[in-house]
T-cell receptor
Framework: DAGVIQSPRHEVTEMGQEVTLRCKPI?????LFWYRQTMMRGLELLIY????????DSGMPEDRFSAKMPNASFSTLKIQPSEPRDSAVYFC??????????????FGNGTRLTVT | AQSVAQPEDQVNVAEGNPLTVKCTYS??????LFWYVQYPNRGLQFLLK??????LVKGSYGFEAEFNKSQTSFHLKKPSALVSDSALYFC????????????FGAGTTVTVRA
């Protein structure tokens, strides 16, 4: 089990540029979550998918943020255009049996985004 | 709405001493409680969970947690801390049957000194 894989690990970009973060969930997991972590706001849920379908995107901060899951093994989080306040660590997490309520989340190692 | 409070930003203990990280929660519905640990430059790792039954649950790396319904608390404990336990600890809650989201506390940084 390779775990949840995120790429890149670090991303530095200039304000106004498009940024794409990538995630490969654990095979067989049918729920995928995108979180953002900052010192000021802690861990925030941005969006989550079930069977590749977005279920709740109420945490997406603005229209500049979009997420897709074209298949069960791949998801992207895109920011266009990026702004300095988007600087954070972005985590992807996956789970199976999430409807059981006792199944934990499995997190990737995150992408540290810096927008200058 | 559900929420989690971790009242201490930092906890400092000497190696070999007991470690406690506090967590209180607020939910409407039955709580499902979790502890996660985050090491530097890594993602969160699951430590343990409370679903139902015995109020004392045991997890990875010698950690345990005690569920107290009357105090709405779920404190993390370890009888004898190690320097390698130094990390950021998160408490999290889901409420059945109301919410599919997992709400996290702000986190507590634990430093164990040799």
């Amino acid at each position: 089990d390779a775990g949840v894989i995120q790429s890149p690990r670090h991303e530095v970009t200039e304000m106004g540029q498009e940024v794409t973060l990538r995630c490969k969930p654990i095979s067989g997991h049918d729920y995928l979550f995108w979180y953002r972590q900052t010192m000021m706001r802690g861990l925030e849920l941005l969006i989550y998918f079930n069977n590749n379908v977005p279920i709740d995107d109420s945490g997406m901060p603005e229209d500049r943020f979009s997420a897709k899951m074209p298949n069960a093994s791949f998801s992207t989080l895109k920011i266009q255009p990026s702004e300095p306040r988007d600087s954070a660590v972005y985590f992807c997490a996956s789970s199976n049996r999430w409807t059981d309520y006792n199944s934990p989340l499995h997190f990737g190692n995150g992408t540290r985004l810096t927008v200058t | 709405a559900q929420s989690v409070a971790q009242p201490e930003d930092q906890v400092n203990v000497a190696e070999g001493n007991p470690l406690t990280v506090k967590c209180t929660y607020s939910v409407s519905g039955n709580p499902y409680l979790f502890w996660y640990v985050q090491y530097p430059n890594r993602g969160l790792q699951f430590l343990l969970k409370y679903i139902t039954g015995d109020n004392l649950v045991k997890g990875s790396y010698g950690f345990e947690a005690e569920f107290n319904k009357s105090q709405t608390s779920f404190h993390l404990k370890k009888p004898s801390a190690l320097v390698s336990d130094s990390a950021l600890y998160f408490c999290a809650v889901r409420a059945w049957p109301n919410d599919y989201k997992l709400s996290f506390g702000a986190g507590t940084t634990v430093t164990v000194r040799a």
